[in-house]
C-alpha cells in the first residue's frame, strides 16, 4: 500500500504561483507513475500532469496546463511536486495526488482509471 499526503495549496490572485508537494510512504518501490489530479465542485476529476519515476522522468501534460504548470520528482525524498505558474481563475480545483503501480494504458495516461492510490487533496483558489 502507498500513502500519499499532499501540501502546499493555497489562495493566490490570477498570475500567482504556488507549489504543491505530495509525499509517498509505505510500498514507494511499486510506484511507476506519480501524478496530479484536479477537480473543481460539479466538475468530474481532470489529469493535470504525470511523471514516470524511473531515470528518465517522462512527464506528460493536459493541455490546458501546458507551459504554466511543470511536474517534477525527488526520488530520495519519494515526493513529487506541482509547480504552478500564471495561475488562472479556471486553476481552482482540489488537487489530488496519485499513483499507479502498474503501468498506465497509454492513451489514459492522464486518466484517474489508471491510478490505485489517491491523496486526501489540497485545495487552490485563484481569484481573479
Known amino acids: 500500500v502507498v500513502q500519499l499526503v499532499e501540501s502546499g495549496g493555497g489562495s493566490v490572485q490570477t498570475g500567482g504561483t504556488l507549489r504543491l508537494s505530495c509525499t509517498a510512504s509505505g510500498a514507494t518501490s511499486t510506484t511507476l507513475y506519480m501524478a496530479w489530479f484536479r477537480q473543481a465542485p460539479g466538475n468530474q476529476r481532470e489529469g493535470v500532469a504525470t511523471i514516470y519515476t524511473g531515470v528518465e522522468a517522462s512527464t506528460y501534460y493536459a493541455d490546458s496546463v501546458r507551459g504554466r504548470f511543470t511536474i517534477s520528482l525527488n526520488s530520495a525524498k519519494n515526493t513529487v511536486y506541482l509547480q504552478m505558474n500564471e495561475l488562472q481563475p479556471d486553476d481552482t480545483a482540489m488537487y489530488y495526488c496519485?499513483?499507479?503501480?502498474?503501468?498506465?494504458?497509454?492513451?489514459?495516461?492522464?486518466?484517474?482509471?489508471?491510478?490505485?492510490?489517491w491523496g486526501q487533496g489540497t485545495q487552490v483558489t485563484v481569484s481573479s
Open positions: 496519485a499513483a499507479a503501480t502498474g503501468v498506465p494504458e497509454w492513451r489514459l495516461i492522464l486518466h484517474s482509471s489508471q491510478y490505485s492510490h
